[in-house]
């Protein structure tokens, strides 16, 4: 099919792009962030760049798609051509700009639900040995499987943002809303003990001075130059001490775990006690409880295993009882079939 030129409208792709970024997710850094990076790899691909936004076409989309992100995994795929659907409509409906979409064969694409990231608890809690990883560790993923926060979210925090009287912190979260994110008793132990007589700050710091610590904002700076400990670096501990520690369940064994596997057991543990949705949501702040469902609240497998465990113990009892009971036909089993508790038998009465 022959593709007909679209008449310029006067701004290029990456003054759209800037354009959009800016008016939709101006407010989300984070969602700002990576839909820019998504754009700009295009635009990069396409070298359309000074390009008239108009003329770039849907096809030519689909084929820097399907160069930087077609061998990727579907979750991948899926988020890359989610933002050049949601850039696309925007040019269509709300700039006016050109009417572009992606043509009908550039789907998403089935993504296939991992159900072993939830860990047992017996298994995490070598984490919060004194004798496994630093003080500033343990506090980290200890607070992070309490709270069942994103890494993100508690290493943004600030020690003026602790109420650790009442066990609390205050955050703001993915999509922007600040909210209370609450610990137990073990973890706001371990912030105490790691924030010590310190009152402003990072909570959580790096071991040393970094190379680049005097192009680090003001606010994530701390005490001896130290700044604030990156998602990268508390990304990479973990790993490491996972994969030292050979993490093992019942059906795999763990190379490594991530530090979101710590939200992700949380919320199967507390699912597993009876916790319902709405607490649920406002302890996990997702929006939509089928996310929350699809994705957290299954059974783990430690718990599979306990259920047909107590199956089977309810099956035996059962068929114990039943080797107990008279057979079936017997002259006891025909009297204790009619007899009434507490009555006398009406046929011997009536005899007598």
């Given amino acids: 099919m022959t593709t007909v030129a679209a008449e310029p409208c006067g701004v290029t792709l990456s003054e759209a792009c800037r354009e959009w970024l800016d008016e939709r997710f101006g407010d989300k850094p984070g969602t700002y962030g990576r839909y820019e990076l998504t754009m700009r790899r295009v635009a990069a691909f396409l070298g359309a760049g000074d390009q008239d936004v108009a003329t770039v076409t849907g096809q030519d989309y689909f084929r820097a798609l399907k160069f930087l992100w077609g061998k990727r995994k579907p979750a991948t795929w899926n988020a890359n051509r989610a933002a050049i659907s949601s850039f696309l409509k925007w040019v269509r409906l709300m700039a006016e700009y050109a009417d572009v979409k992606l043509p009908p064969r550039c789907t998403s694409r089935t993504v296939d639900q991992d159900e072993t990231k939830a860990v047992d608890r017996e298994d995490l809690d070598v984490l919060w040995d004194p004798e496994t990883a630093a003080l500033r560790e343990r506090a980290l993923w200890r607070a992070m499987y309490e709270s069942s926060s994103r890494a993100a979210a508690l290493l943004a925090l600030d020690i003026p943002d602790l109420d650790l009287k009442r066990r609390r912190a205050r955050v703001r979260v993915k999509g922007g809303s600040i909210k209370w994110l609450h610990f137990g008793e073990l973890g706001a132990e371990l912030l105490r003990e790691l924030i010590g007589d310190r009152t402003e700050g990072p909570v959580f710091l790096t071991e040393s001075r970094p190379w680049n610590w005097r192009d680090r904002d003001l606010a ?36 490594f775990l991530t530090l979101h596997q710590l939200r992700h057991s949380r919320l199967t543990h507390l699912s597993e006690d009876g916790t319902d949705t709405p607490m649920l949501q406002q302890i996990s702040q997702h929006k939509d409880p089928r996310t929350l469902h699809r994705r957290y609240t299954k059974p783990s497998s430690s718990a599979v295993a306990r259920h047909m465990a107590l199956m089977d113990k309810k099956d035996a009892d059962r068929r114990r009882d039943a080797r107990r009971r008279p057979p079936r036909g017997s002259v006891t089993a025909r009297t204790a079939r009619f007899a009434r508790p507490g009555k006398a038998n009406t046929t011997d009465s009536r005899r007598r």
């Fill in 220 to 255: 994530d700076r701390g005490p001896g130059d130290r700044c604030r400990l990156s998602y990268n670096r508390a990304e990479e501990i973990f790993k490491a001490t996972t994969r030292a520690l050979g993490f093992a369940g019942d059906e795999v064994t763990f190379d």
